[in-house]
């Protein structure tokens, strides 16, 4: 039986790659529905090729454009909005989500994939970090299966027992080694970190990714949000996870055993293959990866991450300890910063000034709802909004 795919996201870096591991086995998989957000002319020609019953725009504007671009492609339906995103997510034909909307917008879409019990492609980690308990919890009584497509994620998954990635402790696990590529400016001194520009901090030295991760990657508050991400999936402590920057980006993480064992997994930075492992999972298919050549490669190198040019990383270890609504203040003031940078309006360096200004400021509350969720993060955007403008006014080191 052909699986039946949404991809939420389907224009961005993973759900373009994404497509292209399903384009390669139409045997196996069958796209139901496209999302995007704005890019209607990438959307269409996308409509064209892979025929989806579902293409869903996040406004009218551009759910109009799509729907007259499409005018002879009847069978695509054109829908609008986020209750559409969770329509196509949860819609009764369709078996697997690949959850790929960037940043907390992701959320709700694919929190109705988890509950409609489906398998679940995790991509979006923000939406884990923000809801933690609550997201894992709706994945227990929906009994939807949630793969990782996070590399390092996707990494430890392999390198653990099936039936045991959240009982480490059965497992004999004693170790989980997140690896890190360090990002583009991992050799930077503090001072040259001030004047970095948006397009610097996009370029990443081995992986091809969207721009918000890309800054995400540059901070290295994408690897607090993953140690987030670890602790909730594989059900460990920060304590347990010892992040490794690996420059070379070749081995993805690692799984250390009560015995001395050390588990890696090991492949090209090319995100088809986490992808590709958990659209087939448990078997295994063609990626379009490139061979590892590891004579070329020659050799791998270590180190410990600096958490003094790189505060983000502290901070998120630290918003996870103090628990409750906190990664989801960290996770809201995170993406205000990195647009407010990307836009010009803010410095590199201030990113993190200006997320400990914002953790600083909003108490934290217990998250027993997905409401009080969506609450703190809007308040965490207008507290971090508030502290730029006061920065740009000079208020701000
Ligand atoms: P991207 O910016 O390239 O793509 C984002 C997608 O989400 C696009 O299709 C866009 O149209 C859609 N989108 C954005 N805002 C939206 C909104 N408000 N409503 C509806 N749709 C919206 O991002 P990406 O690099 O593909 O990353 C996607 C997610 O996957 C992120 O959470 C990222 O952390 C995670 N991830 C990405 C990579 C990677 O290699 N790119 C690796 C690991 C994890
Ligand atoms: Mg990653």
Redesign the pocket.
């Known amino acids: 039986m052909k699986r039946n795919v949404t991809i ?8 373009l ?1 994404t497509l292209d591991v399903i384009r390669r086995h139409p045997d196996r998989f069958r796209v139901h529905a496209l ?5 209607v002319d990438s959307m269409a020609s996308l409509c064209r090729e892979f025929r989806p019953r579902y293409a869903v725009m ?1 406004d009218q504007k551009g759910a109009e454009a799509l729907f007259s671009q499409l005018a002879d492609l009847p069978l695509t339906q054109v829908l609008v909005g ?1 209750d559409s ?1 969770c329509r196509v997510a949860s819609d009764r034909e369709c078996d697997t989500v690949m959850a ?4 907390a ?2 959320l709700v879409p694919t929190l109705s994939a988890v509950r409609s019990g489906k398998r679940v492609l995790l ?4 939406a884990l970090v923000m809801s933690g308990q609550l997201f894992m919890d709706a994945v227990a009584e929906s009994g939807a299966e949630l793969l990782p ?3 390092e994620h996707n990494a430890i998954f392999q390198c653990m027992p099936a039936d045991r990635i959240r009982n480490t402790l059965a497992a004999g696990i004693t170790r989980i080694l997140l690896t890190a590529s360090g990002g583009p400016f991992r050799t930077f001194s503090a001072d040259s970190l001030r004047s970095v520009k948006p397009e610097e901090a996009c370029a990443h030295p081995n ?7 890309s800054v ?1 990657s540059a901070t290295l508050m ?1 690897k607090g ?1 993953e140690l987030i991400e670890a602790c909730w999936l594989f059900n460990v402590s920060p304590d347990f996870v010892e992040v490794h920057v690996h420059p070379e980006s070749i081995i993805h993480s690692m799984v250390e055993y009560a015995d001395g064992s050390v588990l890696a997994q090991l492949g090209s930075p090319d ?1 088809r293959t986490p992808i590709a492992n958990g659209l087939a999972w448990p078997e295994r298919i063609d990626a379009g990866v490139a061979p590892l050549d590891l004579f070329q490669i020659g050799k791998f190198h270590f180190e410990r991450p600096d958490l003094q040019r790189f505060p983000c990383l502290r901070l998120a270890a630290e918003a996870f300890q103090r628990g409750g609504t906190t990664p989801a203040v960290l996770n809201a003031a995170n993406e205000e910063a990195v647009a407010a940078f990307l836009d010009g309006k803010l410095c590199f360096a201030d990113i993190a000034v200006i997320i400990e200004q914002t953790l600083d400021r909003v108490a934290t509350v217990a998250a027993d709802s997905f409401d009080t969720i969506f609450e703190k993060d809007a308040e965490a955007r207008l507290v971090a909004r508030e502290q730029m403008s006061l920065a740009s006014a000079g208020g701000v080191s």
């Open positions: 939420l996201g389907a224009t961005g870096s993973i759900g790659n999302t995007a957000s704005t890019s996040a986020e995103l790929a909307i960037v940043g917008a992701g991509a979006n980690k923000e497509i996070d590399s992986w091809s990714m969207g721009q918000k991760i995400d994408n949000l995100m």
